[in-house]
């Protein structure tokens, strides 16, 4: 288990491909998926520094719940929701973001170190 991976969870392939690509060339290990079921099959297995997820998501799993169910196993987890549109009101949790769409890939990057700084973890 690596103590650097950052987890990004979108339904969108080209917002997911943009954003994945600029975490990993900021030096982060990404896993990413693009339902909410993926993504907690995922989070069952590893855990993460910083969860990123959209809120609205296909399926039967939001972000909101992603981000709950993740934090059952660490309950400091760091979170990032990304949203345009969620018909859920918002229930975030310490130590997390809201991220508007549209943003430009490079704002996930800066917001994902000044969680990092926050928590007083190095970067990357």
């Known amino acids: 288990m ?3 991976e950052r987890t990004f969870v979108e339904d969108d392939p080209l917002i997911r491909e943009f954003v994945v690509e600029a975490l990993r060339e ?3 290990h990404v896993i990413h998926a693009s339902t909410g079921e993926e993504a907690l099959a995922w989070c069952k297995r590893h855990v993460a520094d910083v969860l990123v997820t959209d809120v609205k998501l296909p399926g039967q ?4 719940q992603i981000a ?5 196993q660490d309950p400091d987890l760091p ?6 549109f969620s018909p ?3 229930r ?3 130590g997390s973001r809201i991220a508007k769409k549209p943003f430009h890939p490079e704002e996930i990057v800066r917001t994902i170190r ?3 700084e926050e928590k007083g973890a190095p970067p990357g």
């Open 79 to 84: 979170v990032i929701y990304a949203t345009g």
């Open 88 to 90: 859920a009101k918002p």
């Open 114 to 116: 000044e969680l990092g």
């Open 26 to 28: 900021a030096g982060y």
């Open 61 to 64: 799993v939001d972000g909101w």
């Open 68 to 72: 709950e169910r993740c934090r059952e």
């Open 2 to 4: 690596s103590t650097s």
């Open 92 to 94: 975030p949790v310490p």
